[in-house]
């Protein structure tokens, strides 16, 4: 808990009552005779950036999958914006403001950065074939308006220099500010991001949570997969425990942290903070 007047760590907001962004309602996601994820429920509220951890094997890459649209649940509902989305494909959960990135991201390799990350717009006049021909003077604009969009967040994940070389060129951790900047081509109003620390030098980690914290502060909420406890402590006002395919708590980080069921799941006994 932080006194008042006292600056939370990096991003850290208390908890909104706000109508949630996302949702899961008792989800569940069977393979076979596995519970991979076991009846979950879960409440993201606007603004907030909160965190899903546990240990291997806990569901919470199954829960991500489930949430961003990558496979529907075996049973449950999954809610954007109010909206049920369980049934709905990763694009349709896009196009109502969900947006996540990758464990290793990909991008085309010998595409610029510029160009991947132009990729990540959305309905674009010019990506249809009747108005390149009826309206070549808006395709035209369109086209100029989406490669300064994608200049200026380059700009914002400080790839600049880089933005006409292939993206093979770049580190692991420079290709997770690259689908940083992709995602956000889309305006997303919540972003779902897979282990962001996984294979990232420290000063590259310094960058990517500088760069969450002011996307935050501009209104969009993320919910972040992370073994990095540092990272959640210091960005996540809620955290989310999934042990065995249930959600076994939730709280403060420093709350889940300290609480003896966690620390069974992960270590029988050990310091997760
Ligand atoms: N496609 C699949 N088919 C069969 N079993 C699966 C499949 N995906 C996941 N599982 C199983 O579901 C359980 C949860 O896996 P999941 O990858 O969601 O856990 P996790 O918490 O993300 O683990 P980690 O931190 O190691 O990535 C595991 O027992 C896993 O073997």
Request: glycine share 10%; proline share 6%.
């Amino acid at each position: 808990m932080h006194e008042t007047g006292a600056a939370p760590p990096d991003g850290r907001r208390e908890r909104t009552q706000e109508r949630p962004v996302l949702a899961a309602d008792n989800v569940v996601q069977r393979f076979g005779g596995i519970a991979a994820v076991d009846g979950v429920s879960l409440s993201i509220g606007r603004g907030e950036i909160v965190g899903l951890i546990g240990p291997n094997g806990a569901g919470k890459t199954t829960m991500f999958n489930l949430l961003a649209g990558a496979m529907s649940p075996t049973a449950g509902r999954v809610l954007i914006g109010g909206e049920a989305v369980e049934a709905s494909p990763a694009h349709r959960r896009i196009t109502l403001g969900l947006g996540r990135t990758f464990q290793i991201p990909k991008p085309f390799p010998n595409m610029s950065l510029v160009e991947n990350v132009m990729l990540g717009r959305q309905n674009q006049a010019g990506e249809r074939i009747l108005p390149n021909w009826i309206m070549p003077g808006r395709v035209a604009r369109e086209e100029k308006e989406t490669y300064d969009k994608a200049m200026a967040l380059l700009d914002f994940v400080t790839l600049t220099h880089l933005a006409r070389q292939p993206a093979k060129v770049l580190s692991g951790g420079q290709r997770k500010l690259l689908e940083l900047a992709r995602v956000l081509m889309a305006d997303p109003s919540i972003i779902l991001l897979d282990e962001p620390a996984a294979g990232v030098n420290p000063s590259l980690l310094e960058v990517i949570i500088d760069r969450i914290v002011e996307i935050n502060r501009r209104g969009t909420t993320f919910l972040i997969i992370e073994h990095n406890m540092d990272m959640i402590a210091r960005l996540c006002s809620h955290v989310f425990v999934m042990a065995t395919g249930k959600l076994l708590c939730e709280g403060t980080p420093e709350a889940v942290a300290a609480d003896p069921r966690v620390i069974e799941a992960y270590l029988g006994g050990g310091h997760l903070l």
